[in-house]
């Protein structure tokens, strides 16, 4: 990073139990992905003095920071939906770059799955009817029906199909069968996307994400830690971030998501084309999220998604670009927030660590550059960024 006079580095990474965890408190999950990220990293927690944290308790994240046995010096709480682990992620190097923290946590946890299944909280329709978003509650907008009508609009303008957004959907589920923490890894073919239960037109039920329990955790530090660290670095080498709008009427293009600006911020700053990128996590949930954001991140033209990701393009197995290669939000995991996810899966791929999953380059050796790329609320906000070996 050129913000500030030290390079950072992702150290440790790790998951919580994920899936169906019928046993756990978020707490819980929160605490067994800092402790694994930790080891990860081969670093204990007298090493961290910053944390970052969102979603959880009144005081986040002073609450999550007390119940880990942490006293920080350096704290975010940053709160953009998905998005919000990389625009964290992005905070946290520019702070250690310029030696205001050290090494900052980064962690995450939700029973979302299992609190819907005991009855204690039940689907959300509306985000509040308060502030700009009372314009919009009385049309009963859910989150979903704002992603399809936008879908809607690609559709549209650009000539998009069902088919090809439903091809995301396969890709993923391909992905996930390489992956032994996915919640499912049974094949799915474009038939089997389409013919599915309606849930806001165009998506039927396999464009929309999945939903778990699980929690993540990422360790940054200064270059200085990494030779006592137990694992090889993972650089960071841009980061971008970007607020678009919250209400469906402020929103200047539906075909056009903030990850246009995140993304061109991200690669700039780290000096790097997209075309040089090896691999690619997208927050996806919904299969429409994923192609506009290959197409805003510069991986195809502008209407060009649909076309681009024919033809196995996105499999970890023979894709040009492996995209969401653990099966990501559609097959993997969901349990709410989950940009931390997308952070993991590109460090772990970047070390060579993903097992049967692992991406290699053509030439059979690692991969050297990947991107992740968050998106919050419906396309609201977007948090872009760039790794490297």
């Not at 681009?308 to 993997?332: H, I, W, Y």
Request: glycine share 12%; net charge negative.
């Amino acid at each position: 990073m050129t913000t500030g006079s030290r390079k950072v580095a992702v150290v440790g990474v790790s998951l919580s139990d994920c899936g169906r965890v019928d046993d756990a408190t978020p707490y819980t999950l929160h605490a067994q992905a800092a402790r694994r990220a930790l080891a990860d990293a081969g670093l204990d927690r007298t090493h961290v003095d910053g944390l970052a944290s969102a979603g959880l308790g009144t005081l986040a994240p002073a609450e999550v920071a007390e119940y880990l046995g942490l006293r920080p010096t350096w704290v975010d709480s940053t709160s953009v939906g998905g998005s919000t682990w990389e625009v964290m992620a992005a905070h946290a190097t520019d702070a250690i770059a310029a030696g205001h923290a050290n090494a900052v946590l980064l962690v995450y946890g939700s029973t979302a799955r299992a609190d819907i299944k005991a009855g204690r909280r039940t689907g959300t329709l509306s985000f509040g009817n308060r502030g700009p978003l009372q314009f919009e509650a009385p049309y009963g907008h859910t989150l979903i029906a704002k992603y399809a009508m936008a879908a809607r609009r690609h559709m549209h303008e650009h000539g998009t199909t069902l088919e090809q957004l439903a091809q995301v959907a396969v890709q993923a589920r391909a992905n996930a069968a390489l992956n032994p923490g996915a919640m499912f890894r049974s094949p799915i073919t474009v038939d089997d996307v389409l013919s599915g239960p309606m849930i806001a037109d165009p998506f039927t039920k396999l464009h929309c994400c999945i939903r778990s329990d699980g929690g993540a955790a990422v360790l940054l530090a200064a270059e200085e830690y990494v030779r006592d660290c137990r694992t090889a670095p993972v650089w960071v080498l841009g980061t971008g971030e970007h607020v678009s709008h919250t209400t469906m009427s402020e929103w200047p293009d539906l075909t056009v998501s903030p990850a246009a600006v995140s993304g061109r911020l991200a690669f700039e700053r780290a000096g790097v084309q997209p075309q040089e990128i090896d691999l690619a996590e997208i927050y996806d949930t919904f299969t429409y999220m994923t192609l506009v954001t290959l197409e805003d991140l510069g991986f195809s033209g502008k209407g060009e998604g649909g076309a681009f990701m024919g033809k196995g393009r996105l499999l970890v197995r023979g894709g040009e670009l492996p995209v969401n290669t653990d099966g990501e939000g559609l097959s993997a995991q969901h349990p709410g927030m989950r940009g931390l996810f997308l952070l993991v899966e590109a460090v772990r791929q970047l070390r060579g660590e993903a097992g049967e999953r692992q991406v290699h380059r053509p030439d059979g050796s690692l991969p050297q550059l990947a991107v992740a790329s968050g998106t919050g609320g419906w396309f609201c906000s977007s948090g872009t960024v760039v790794l490297g070996r």
